[in-house]
């Protein structure tokens, strides 16, 4: 499954999106926006985007619980080696040090995470602020292609920006599609 990223300028023209994508089989559930305005999405009755696509939380609480995992050996490390605890310190003592560091990486990297963009919608981020609306579809394998045709044919007002081959992952990174100039 990938995620297919369109510009639409309006609410109207957001809102002949979602109907299109339902006319070709796309559900509610694969068809989020992310906007300024939320009280149109709901007016209009769109799935707005929701915290794990806006918020870094996922990718920050990861790197955390990542860093918290080496600190975590590298304290069981000083630990065993300085026996600060006796000589008979179980081994168990040393995995709960490795995991508390973990987990509290891992929290506080959340933690984090919550107070920033997620990185993949930030290139994104002067577009939404300036009205328009992020419409991202998440496809199946072999829909992508009739899914860019119905854009093409019936919202050439929305332009296709960027695609996610791995939206699950959130270290992936989403290049934005540079749009040649009218002439």
């Known amino acids: 499954m990938k995620c297919l990223y369109y510009l639409a300028p309006t609410l109207e023209s957001t809102r002949a999106v979602a109907d299109d994508l339902h006319g070709v089989g796309i559900r509610d559930w694969f068809i989020h926006v992310v906007s ?88 994104f981020h002067e577009d939404i602020q300036s009205g328009q609306y992020l419409i991202l579809i998440y496809s199946k394998k072999g829909s992508g292609e009739a899914i860019k045709a119905m854009m093409r044919e019936k919202h050439p007002e929305s332009k296709h920006v960027a695609t996610d081959e791995n939206f699950i992952s959130p270290f992936g990174d989403v290049s934005r599609i540079t749009i040649p100039p009218a002439s």
């Open 36 to 123: 300024d305005d939320e009280a149109g999405l709901k007016r209009e009755r769109i799935h707005s985007s929701n915290y794990v696509e806006t918020l870094d939380f996922l990718r920050t609480g990861l790197l955390g619980a990542y860093i918290g995992f080496f600190i975590g050996m590298f304290g069981a490390f000083l630990i065993m080696a300085t026996k600060i605890f006796g000589t008979n310190t179980p081994v168990s003592a040393y995995f709960a040090v490795m995991l508390f560091c973990t987990m509290f990486g891992a929290w506080m990297g959340g933690m984090l995470g919550f107070g920033v963009e997620n990185r993949k919608l930030s290139q």
